[in-house]
């Protein structure tokens, strides 16, 4: 009956749509698709929407007809890339702006197309490459930016599940990885810390043989084309470096005016001319130390200025004159009027132009040589050649330098870091820079290592590029030993582990039957968190561990990890929950998990947690003190080595099925010891349904399940951890023998329920604790 009413209303809507574009204008089908995706973009709406997608689809040959493209809103393909997809092909135009495919990445909805069409349009393709490769690398998708941890392999599984998505990851692999073998170390760099999320046996499974390539790099050779390309510290000025050295390098500015250059750096300045260094000056604010860094320089009129503002306004005084205070505007104090100002020579001797080969830089002696097709001209402030090479060495207006390898065309690599953009000259000065050092440059071109005694900061620029090619070397290397790394269980994303730890703390409300909402994404942060917790153990460092708020409190799990265990080995848990739960016991039975305890300490507010202490979580705090989760090693714990035993176990023999019979002969009626021997895994549920898999395994109803979930879930969250990790057998294997530990379990119950009696009887009178009446399902 609903199959046919939603077939009637399709046929409904075509027969509307139909009416109206033939007395529609030309435009006004990609006006309405326009207006709708703009409120779309404006109210954040994240969900696909099938009428949205039949509309376009139905409107589809008319766009074709009319010729009006459809236009992204803000010019951005973010939302609704069905909608784009299914236009072009079927032929009609689109504006195509910039792509974004995190919020369609994250909509589980129907109605996904495989974007096929987007991925291989000429006007889309490359941006849409760029977009497929953001994935990999976004934190949201339980990527690690640094490039420490590789992606997790459900998110890489899921990306190339999408055939649009998976060739342009293997297109932008394959461009990245083709020319690996010819380009400098910078640019080999920046291609293998892009491909360090796919250092993983995930990753080799879907790019192996790309990946091959970088396992494959001669980094040597690398080297030795970067030193042949040319090194920035091969050229100088002297009198500049010597005025730069007189400054405080982390606050120099500069300031010129041709035929001057100043710099300073808010207490001193130094001016110079072509011929060298004119004169060294005081610059900063009178009588006022502590403000040094506010005032500023001008050149005016061939003289240096030196001006800041306080509360009276500006101020100024020339720096020849420092004792003569004006206040700015002032037309008696004699600021000069500037002549036009001349480009300096530095500037004049070379120009870019563009020809049929694309464009060149000719220079004043009548030479060209062509401009890499990464170089954007129109940032270009300044070009020099390198001593004996035809390498190109360009600067940007604002200072930025790159290098450009002739050979390849890409960027050698870019700006020296020890001085920042300051470091070298304004480009049009720099007709005034010579080789420091040309014996050690004509060994460079050579490929030969120059020796001992070049030219200190020459031989620090070789000792650099070499230190980040052994920094290269060690990357490229973990590209080669990924096949051995054992890998995260693909459901241990944040989500399961949160369910799979539900009732254990008050962070472990489940989510059952609640897919991630559109616009949201499926963390993998926990791990993340296990990950970085475990190495500041390993190093033996304190600190804080936080700043992870949507982590659920796995370390309140830790004295009882049987708990856990337990959950995860009985086959009424779900995959998924079980696939995380094993994750987490991998990571925690890690040598340096198996001798960490967590405990609740109280410290003075604002003092430093105790050494060697992991601060989890903080409490709270009262006047003077703070109260927190502290974790810290100790021996380690023997009883730990079982529960990796166990997870071994799991793998080998999948879970352990129920046997009603373990809930017999226990003080609490057999449906409750039911519920809590199969984990009491629902307990906390907000959501009363339980997959069916349960009830059948089981023999409970729905109903019965229910109302002793809800017992147990009075139990205190330490209580719980105590029972399961009591029925926990010591030998793992006998769980699929003989099943939990029932005697335990029944001393752990009774023991807890004489001391909760004892606890509530009024002092002075006896209590006995009775074992609860036994009652049927």
Partial sequence: MGARRETAARGTLAARVDERARAAAPGDAARLINRILARRADAHAGARSPVLLELAGLLAGRLRADGVPVVPPHRSMSRDLDVYDLLLAAGAPVDPGTVDLVAWFADDTPGRRDLRALAS????????????????????????????????????????????????????????????????????????????????????????????????????????????????????????????????????????????????????????????????????????????????????????????????????????????????????????????????????????????????????????????????????????RLPGTDVLFTATPIGTVTIWDPLTGTAAHGEPEAGGPMWLPPAGWWHLMRPRDPAASAMLRAGTAPPAHTDRVLAGAV????????????????????????????????????????????????????????????????????????????????????????????????????????????????????????????????????????????????????????????????????????????EPDAGYGPLRRLVELLADRGPVRWDPGWALHLPMPPATATVLLTGALYVAADDPAVPPGFLSATGLTARRERAEARKLARLPADRLRRLLHAAMPTDPERLWHSGPDTAALAAAWLDDTRHRTAASVPEGRAAAATPARRSGR
């Fill in 121 to 384: 349009h000429p006007a889309v393709r490359d941006r849409f490459r760029e977009a497929a490769f953001a994935l990999l690398t976004r934190r949201d998708f339980g990527a690690d930016p640094s490039g420490r941890r590789p992606l997790h392999p459900l998110v890489l599984a899921r990306a190339m599940s999408v055939p649009g998505v998976a060739a342009a990851l293997r297109a932008e692999v394959e461009s990245s990885t083709a020319r690996l073998g010819e380009l400098p170390i910078g640019p080999i760099a920046e291609v293998v810390g892009r491909l360090a999320p796919l250092r993983s046996a995930a990753g080799r499974a879907a790019f192996g043989p790309l990946l091959d390539r970088v396992a494959g790099l001669d980094v040597a050779a690398a080297l030795g084309r970067t030193l042949r390309a040319g090194l920035a510290e091969e050229l100088v000025w002297p009198a500049y470096e010597q005025a730069y050295a007189e400054l405080d390098p982390s606050r120099v500015r500069r300031v010129g005016r041709w035929p001057l250059l100043a710099l300073y750096d808010g207490t001193s300045a130094v001016v110079l001319t072509p011929d060298g260094i004119a004169g060294r000056y005081a610059a900063g604010v009178p009588g006022q130390p502590e403000a040094a860094g506010t005032a500023l320089c001008e050149l005016r009129a061939g003289r240096l200025l030196v001006t800041w503002y306080d509360q009276d306004g500006g101020h100024g005084y020339w720096a020849d004159r420092p004792e003569t205070v004006f206040p700015l505007g002032d037309s008696d104090a004699g600021t000069l009027p500037d002549p036009p100002e001349q480009p300096p020579p530095g500037v004049r001797d070379w120009a870019v132009a563009q020809t049929a080969h694309g464009p060149v830089v000719r220079t004043s002696d009548g030479r060209e040589l062509p401009l890499p097709p990464d170089a954007d001209v129109a940032e270009i402030a300044g070009v020099l």
């Fill in 463 to 634: 000792h650099r590029v070499t230190a980040e090619a052994a920094r290269l070397a060690a990357e490229t290397n973990r590209f080669t030993t990924v096949a051995g790394t054992p890998e995260a269980a693909p459901g241990a994303h944040d989500l399961h582990v949160t369910n799979g730890l539900s009732g254990f703390s008050s962070a472990g409300r489940p989510r059952y039957r609640t897919a991630a909402a559109p616009g949201t994404l499926p963390g993998y942060r926990t791990l993340e968190h296990l990950a970085h917790v475990r190495d500041l153990l390993r190093a033996g460092q304190g600190g804080t561990a936080g700043g992870w708020p949507d982590v659920p409190l796995w370390w309140r799990v830790l004295p009882t990890l049987g708990a856990a265990g337990l959950r995860a080995a009985m086959a009424t848990t779900p995959e998924p929950v079980r696939e995380a739960l094993a994750a987490l016991l991998t990571e925690l039975t890690t040598p340096e998990f198996a001798r960490a305890r967590a405990v609740t300490v109280e410290i003075d507010h604002g003092a430093d947690a105790p050494a060697g202490g992991i601060v989890l979580e903080r409490l709270g705090s009262t006047p003077g003190r703070e109260t927190i989760v502290l974790l810290t090693a100790e």
